[in-house]
């Protein structure tokens, strides 16, 4: 008679369940519904949950048959997967997030593509690296070193080991981009308009006209009486139309509703 124990099966199926924007990363066939899965018998949240299409940096809250879980569980056969994103309106705190938040002050490094939201977050006031020659492996590096959280339209990018805060950009146009990263992150309350250069990412100083006066057209000359300088640069600034058009976006943000988190 063979005694030899039997193998268990080389894979396993879990049942998952992706709530509210996290659908957005799947198939259509599997949004706002639960659906099975098979998974590698030593596949872990984190790895399941990328390879069915999400970026663990989306992540906020994971429940595995009821009970809150991390990112490191193995998941086993029959286990019922629960995947929220960031909740705005439910107290979530008894239960165990996935990661710790970004460090206060929130600084931001963007990826190659999204050089116009690094401009208004740095007009808005938040530290925001960027450079068009970022390779991925630089933003990562620069991420892990600094704290800062990744801004990127690439998923892959958020899936790469070593990244610990990171957000996807749903948004196409960057003021659709600025408007979603302010309500993800509760960005009305900190913001600091107009303090860095748009191009340096340094802070400004508030200088005498006088100073300044031979860098301006004339016409700025007779109609702006205060304004800053990058010290890095040499680029003075004053309050223009584009001032103007920008505290009134900035008006709008802080107005805005903050998200739903429901959960359909």
Avoid at 160 to 178: K, N, T
Avoid at 232 to 258: E, N, Q, T
């Amino acid at each position: 008679m063979d005694t030899a124990p039997m193998q268990a099966p080389s894979r396993v199926t879990a049942t998952f369940r992706f709530y509210d924007e996290l659908g957005n990363f799947l198939p259509r066939e599997r949004r706002g519904h639960a659906f099975a899965a098979p998974c590698a018998r030593a596949g872990t949240t984190k790895h399941m949950i990328e390879a069915l299409g999400v970026p663990h940096t989306e992540v906020a809250l994971i429940l595995v048959n009821g009970e809150s879980s991390g990112l490191d569980r193995l998941l086993a056969d029959g286990d019922q997967v629960s995947v929220y994103p960031r909740f705005s309106r439910f107290d979530v705190g008894p239960v165990q997030r996935v990661r710790t938040p970004p460090p206060a002050p929130l600084r931001f490094v963007a990826d190659a593509h999204l050089g116009a939201l690094a401009r208004l977050l740095r007009m808005t006031g938040f530290d925001t690296l960027y450079d068009n020659a970022y390779q991925d492996d630089t933003i990562v590096a620069i991420a892990a070193g600094s704290g800062r959280v990744i801004l990127t339209r690439d998923r892959e990018l958020l899936k790469r080991r070593g990244v610990q805060h990171g957000c996807y950009l749903h948004a196409i146009a960057p003021d659709e981009q600025l408007r979603e990263l302010f309500a993800r992150f509760d960005l009305a309350e900190t913001a600091r308009p107009f303090t860095l250069c748009l191009h340096c990412n340094l802070p400004l100083r508030a200088v005498d006209k006088a100073s300044v006066l031979d860098r301006l057209p004339e016409s700025v000359r007779a109609l702006h009486h205060e304004f800053t300088l990058c010290d890095a640069c040499g680029r003075v600034f004053w309050k223009g139309s584009h001032h103007r058009r920008m505290a009134a976006m900035l008006a709008g943000l802080a107005a805005d509703p903050p998200p739903g988190g429901e959960g359909a």
